[in-house]
């Protein structure tokens, strides 16, 4: 059965006086690093009290894609040191072991020695990520995945958090967070544990909450085109504003922008022609996770429109850098992004272009 994080770490039970009985294998995965990192801690802790004194860490190095399997797989099967037991580590950031590591996993799950216990952890998950190996620890063990916290979650994890931590807030004071670190876990945690310190044991209403934390939203390029592929005009909006105010430089943000066009443009023109867009995504290595906000773009517009949007870039930089061409406006290279980012996240905005 799949766990959330949360659910893995509460069975482990590393606030009741005696230690859990650890699982011969754990598989953490997903695409919230946070959630993965305290489960995976969690399981740490739990082998220190059951015991397993030996930690050892196997992981792509240098050049190398993956982990060395043959060592991993001699490791696996050698005696503790000293008599002690062990907690072996695999991390997979692709999510994936391919052939050879497959089978070392279930080698390994099919007479899991006593002294020995597994932990996987993968930054990449979906549902094709699973196999046979996946299953074999799912049948001894424990898996448990960070699926993305929904907008609409948050509020309730930051809840659930904050109860944890000993503080109480009314839901105003709970919006008022979510709002500031939209949907930034790393960022809600660490406002959670100032709260904790500085907070006087009363109830948080959303004017108490303003006093105590700080603006934590990241206002990062990445999270800018994501907010324009997904359609968020008003979020593209404020984080330009965050930007600007940060001292941010519009030719800094266009590299990753026009990046992004270009390849929304690329999947348009294939599926315009009919190709198979699925295999689209493969090749220009659009992971599952991002395909359904390329999918709702392409939805808003042709690809001529989005051949349009990567030459409208082109003069935002000409603006930026202080060589637009005679008659252009608007002269701000800011207001001319967001003019552009607009178009690209509303169809109706695309009047706000210019020629």
């Known amino acids: 059965m799949e766990l959330r994080p949360e659910q893995l770490v509460a069975q482990l039970g590393l606030d009741k006086p005696e230690p859990a009985r650890l699982a011969p294998a754990y598989l953490i995965a997903g695409p919230e690093p946070l959630r993965v990192l305290e489960a995976a801690d969690a399981v740490r802790a739990a082998a220190r009290r059951a015991g397993f004194a030996e930690r050892e860490v196997f992981e792509a190095e240098g050049n190398q894609r993956e982990p060395d399997w043959n060592a991993l797989s001699a490791s696996l099967r050698a005696p503790s040191l000293f008599a002690s037991r062990r907690l072996i580590e695999v991390r997979l950031p692709s999510g994936k072991p391919g052939k050879e590591g497959s089978e070392v996993i279930v080698d390994f799950c099919a007479d899991p020695p006593a002294d020995v216990a597994l932990l996987v952890t993968a930054g990449e998950w979906s549902k094709q990520h699973g196999g046979k190996w996946s299953e074999a620890i799912g049948r001894i063990g424990q898996i448990a995945v960070a699926w993305t916290i929904k907008p609409h979650e948050l509020p309730e994890w930051i809840e659930r958090r904050l109860r944890a931590r000993g503080l109480r807030a009314d839901h105003a004071a709970v919006q008022n967070l979510a709002d500031r670190v939209e949907g930034n876990l790393l960022a809600a945690a660490q406002e959670i544990d100032k709260l904790a310190l500085l907070s006087d044991g009363q109830v948080l209403d959303s004017q108490r909450m303003d006093e105590l934390v700080a603006d934590a939203a990241r206002f990062d390029v990445f999270r800018l085109v994501d907010a324009t592929m997904n359609g968020q005009g008003a979020q593209v909006s404020r984080m330009l504003a965050g930007l600007r105010a940060e001292g941010e430089a519009v030719p800094g943000l266009l590299g990753m922008i026009v990046m992004e066009l270009q390849r929304a443009a690329s999947l348009a023109r ?37 051949d349009a949007f990567v030459a409208e870039a082109g003069r935002v930089d000409r603006i930026a850098k202080g060589r637009g061409r005679m008659g252009e406006e608007p002269a701000d290279a800011w207001l001319a992004l967001e003019r552009l980012l607009l178009a690209v996240a509303e169809p109706r905005a695309a009047r706000l272009l210019v020629g």
């Open 270 to 306: 294939v599926q315009e022609r009919g190709g198979n867009l699925a295999s689209e995504f493969k090749a220009q290595r659009i992971w599952d996770s991002k395909q359904p906000m390329y999918r709702r773009a392409l939805q808003r517009h042709a690809a001529p429109r989005w």
